[in-house]
């Protein structure tokens, strides 16, 4: 007879890579532990509505896309809402779910997700729940990690955007402009763009102004290089501007961002001698199964995770750092996002190669 019991949970938006590391640790851990797989997000939790996993059943799924426990990334476990402040999660509803965990005679929790999730799982660890999250982000953003899974994929289908964008506009001497998502940070952009070429990147961690990018288009201009290929971060903003948002949030919800790629279409575009065209990749760069480095990144996280669990080492989060795997306690890895440095070497390398930030 399994005596111990133990839940998964995945949390925040999907992305390419969680059914990867749900199989994983089933996999790992169904030997010695009953796995149960919480439905959207906590809200399965708070609901007890659950599927006890077992790896005939998750194998089917594990290099799909998504996640078969579908996910929520609002509602009543939204920890981050508006521009990114963090919400505190009403008493009742942490104190109905540490109380679910308990009278389920749950032992441990892998929870699965980016910044909100971890904000989530260090509101909950208060109420002696034992949990191991592990890093999931397309937009590479959570601290005390290299890379979040998801991330990766994200980059190869943006850069392979990209390319096509590139012969569209060498067939019609345009500005072909690409946004991306990543939200706050500039990952997902600086690495596509240097990836599929792009001749101006920019990221929310370096504001642009419009004379830097006239200059620089004109001077290709003067050079005979009538298409440029712009890559531009959702979260990137115009000097002293503000950032483009679909939508502003609310109590329960984080903005939706989105917008800057059609601002810089329409300004370049009142421009006589440029033509400019916009194509926004929105939830594509998210869809969709796992790259072979997310694979690869997914399976070692969940069998770390499925480590630290049969160890009790709870608490902590799964780490990926200078190719080594580890844990950091999750209070190191909330209220703080990982952005991209002025001096990060990927910038360097684009600046040596005369990319324009903008600035
Ligand atoms: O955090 C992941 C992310 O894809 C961000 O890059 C983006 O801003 C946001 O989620 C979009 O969220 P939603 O799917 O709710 O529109």
């Not at 998750?58 to 509602?75: A, D, H, I």
């Not at 308990?102 to 929790?109: A, K, N, R, S, V």
């Not at 998502?181 to 763009?193: E, K, N, P, Y």
Request: aromatic share 8%; proline share 2%.
């Amino acid at each position: 007879m399994k005596l111990k019991k133990i839940g998964i949970i995945n949390s925040g938006g999907d992305c390419p890579g969680l059914n990867t590391v749900i199989d994983t640790i089933v996999t790992s851990l169904e030997a010695d532990y009953k796995v149960l797989g919480f439905y959207k997000g906590f809200e399965g939790l708070l609901a007890k509505e659950y599927l006890e996993l077992n790896s005939d059943f998750t194998n089917f799924f594990r290099f799909q896309g998504g996640t078969f426990l579908k996910t929520v990334n609002k509602g009543n476990f939204a920890s981050k809402v508006g521009s990114g402040q963090i919400r505190q999660i009403p008493e009742e509803i942490l104190t109905k779910t540490a109380k679910n965990y308990h009278d389920l005679g749950l032992e441990g929790l892998i929870v699965l997700g980016g910044d909100g999730t971890m904000e989530i799982v260090y509101q909950l660890q208060r109420y002696n729940l034992n949990i191991i999250g592990v890093p999931k982000s397309m937009d590479n953003d959570l601290p005390g990690t290299d890379f979040t899974f998801g991330f990766h994929t994200a980059v190869e289908i943006a850069t392979e955007a990209l390319d096509r964008l590139e012969t569209v506009g060498q067939s019609h001497d345009r500005i072909m402009i690409l946004e991306v998502m990543g939200r706050w940070a500039g990952w997902v952009s600086l690495f596509s763009g240097l990836a599929g070429g792009a001749n101006i990147i920019l990221i929310p961690e370096i504001d642009f102004s419009w004379n830097s990018i006239t200059n620089f288009l004109e001077k290709r201009l003067s050079l005979g290089k009538k298409n440029t290929l712009i890559i531009a971060a959702e979260g990137s903003k115009l000097s002293g501007g503000e950032i483009s948002s679909k939508s502003l949030g609310s109590k329960a919800s984080e903005s939706s961002l989105g917008g800057v790629g059609d601002q810089i279409s329409q300004y370049l575009n009142g421009i006589t001698h440029f033509e400019a065209r916009s194509t926004n990749l929105g939830h594509i760069i998210r869809g969709g199964s796992p790259g072979s480095f997310d694979r690869l990144l997914s399976m070692p996280l969940g069998v770390h995770a499925s480590k630290l669990m049969r160890a009790r080492k709870f608490g902590n989060m799964v780490t990926y750092e200078q190719g080594k795997f580890s844990q950091l306690p999750i209070e190191e890895c909330v209220g703080k996002l990982k952005l991209v440095e002025k001096t990060n070497f990927h910038v360097e390398t684009g600046r040596a190669l005369g990319v324009c930030f903008g600035d």
